[in-house]
């Protein structure tokens, strides 16, 4: 079911089977909360069908630290009760979704439809990469499939909401980005200044919700 | 006894960033782990004034700083050797200096080597962001003391007086070349990747590309149909890591690399030529073997 196999001289690397799938995102979760517990264990890279597990070489070696992971028990269909549902509002209005027009024609989906079928999922954080607080959300629903754009913007704002491939994102900070942006969100997903950086974390859910651009200014003043 | 010591930044050099340990445990946020790439040369510097080796350092790259102290001051400057000058006067690198208030310390021609640690002794007053000063890339307001322009100003509360006694003379000079021979591990993926590429990629040096800085070095290298398999899901990626790109361009990654990739990893530096390969610079060549 994982396979272990080292990775440098102080990592190794969980494999699970190789797909985005809700199910296996539940397995590393559990997975990750266990070896958290680790005391020889320095820092993990969860990922949507992979850990990456870095060690400290004076306390364990990767033969001794496979073995224990080989015998966590660790159930899939945990519901985690700790899990938050985190409630994103979102306006799709054109100014705040440079990307939704062309998109439309794209998929063959209209501009409202494509609003719809993006709010109506609650989405796991499937892992946090690319940028400091970026979160991977899965599954996109299959109308909404799409590529990334052929040539990457050099600037997307920050709190812009994207989709690429089956999964959709936010932008913690203004970056480089190649997704669609299809919305913004008044929220800071990501506030170095604040004493909770990170707004959402690998295992939440996170939910969209429609906003108007007065909302949206609203929002943004009160700084929310 | 204490003094308070504030160093100017005269000219900031190419890239000159306090930087400590950097931060782990925050990777699965996204975070990268950062910190002075040349650990080794990072704790002689430090070691050399008497400071505990965790303390922060001054990372230069290339071309260094001028930088006015206000007060006396115990310095040391290791890793890539620098001419070095306090007052237009040169002075050693790799030992325990003392500056006089008032002095002006300017780096020369950058002699081998890529990037020079320079410790003061004492405490030093910079802002840190969940436990290190090491800045990151996207977000400087973290860490506002740590990337070093013209005109900034960073305070230290300098005891060097009570500690000199701890000054060793083991010193860690390291040899620098710019045709080195790193030690790796087979990564994740090797056994995905195709013979050719494989045997290109030991068989040959590969010369660093100008693509090079703290997130990882570009090598100018092209492995021919790198892959046989098609599209890998992101996964994990750690300092070393050598990434083959869709072109056959190798990547190696480095501490301010993003913590995933999509590339297959043909192979990792072992963690004990991480320090060499933080020395090497655009046009220096590198060669792997087999761990």
Known sequence: ?224 | MANDLTLTFLQAGLQTTLQDKGRAGLQYLGVPVGGALDITSAAMANHLVGNEKNVPVLEITMTGPEILFDSDALIALTGAPFELYCDDKLVENNTAIYLKSGSILKFGKLKSGCRAYLAVAGEWNAKKWKDSVSPLLQVPEATPDSIIKKGTKLKINSAFLNKTGSWDKNKHTPILSNRVRLRVKPGPEFDSISRIAIAKFFGQGHEISKDANRMGYRLTTNLTNPEDRSEMISSGIIPGTIQITGSGQPIILLKDAQTTGGYPRIANIINEDLDQLAQLKPGDEVWFSIA
């Not at chain 1, 005391?39 to 870095?54: G, H, L, M, N, R």
């Not at chain 1, 989906?109 to 954080?125: E, F, R």
């Not at chain 1, 109308?143 to 913007?153: D, F, G, H, I």
């Open chain 1, 1 to 224: 079911m994982i396979d272990i196999i080292p990775y440098g001289n102080s990592a190794l690397l969980i494999n699970f089977e190789q797909k985005i799938d809700a199910k296996i995102h539940h397995l590393v979760k559990g997975y990750f909360n266990s070896i958290s517990n680790l005391d020889e264990v320095t820092y993990q890279i969860p990922a949507y069908c992979s850990i990456t597990v870095i060690f400290d070489s004076q306390k364990t070696d990767f033969e001794s630290l496979k073995q224990k992971i080989e015998k966590l028990e660790i159930n899939s269909n945990e519901t985690y009760p700790d899990a938050r549902t985190i409630e994103i509002p979102v306006c799709y209005e054109k100014e705040y979704a440079p990307d939704l027009e062309s998109l439309s024609k794209d998929i063959n989906l209209n501009p409202q439809d494509i609003i719809t079928q993006h709010t109506s999922v609650t989405y796991d954080v499937y892992m946090m990469g690319f940028l400091p607080g970026f979160p991977y959300l899965g599954e996109l629903p299959k109308a909404l499939e799409c590529k990334r754009k052929s040539t990457p913007r050099k600037q997307v704002k920050a709190g812009s909401v994207a989709i690429a491939g089956n999964q959709t994102g936010i932008y913690p900070t203004d970056a480089p980005g190649g997704w669609q942006l299809i919305g913004q969100t008044p929220l800071k997903i990501f506030n170095a200044l604040d004493e909770n950086a990170f707004l959402i974390k690998m295992g939440d859910k996170v939910k969209f919700k429609s906003i108007s651009s007065e909302t949206f200014k609203t929002l943004q003043q009160n700084g929310k």
